[in-house]
């Protein structure tokens, strides 16, 4: 165990080595990803495919998919996943 640099509590070694993280679970600023399940390609060549995005992309992409009567594009293969969602402003 190492200490965590915002508030001194002990936290896994692993945490920092490994992975990177500076501060422990309880000091992270990070949030929970969601995922969005989207089915690309066209008649027999189609798959499924899942993009995990952060909780204000989330958002932002219900929002556009409600704009749009419930539906929304999908990236196509070879885009960049996160393309689905709108840009931040």
């Known amino acids: 165990m ?8 002990p936290m896994p070694k692993l945490r920092l080595e490994k992975y990177g993280y500076k501060v422990c679970v ?3 600023q ?3 990803y969601k995922a969005i399940t989207t089915v690309n390609g066209d ?6 495919d899942i993009q ?3 909780e204000e992309e ?8 409600e704009n749009n009567g419930g ?10 996943p996160s393309s689905n969602v709108p840009d931040k402003e």
């Open 30 to 32: 990070v949030g929970q």
């Open 2 to 9: 190492i200490p965590c640099l915002s508030c001194d509590k």
């Open 58 to 65: 989330f958002v932002e992409y219900n929002k556009n998919r």
């Open 43 to 48: 008649k027999d060549d189609t798959w499924n």
């Open 71 to 80: 539906k929304s594009e999908t990236p196509k293969q070879g885009d960049d």
């Open 52 to 54: 995990f995005v952060s």
């Open 26 to 28: 309880e000091c992270s």
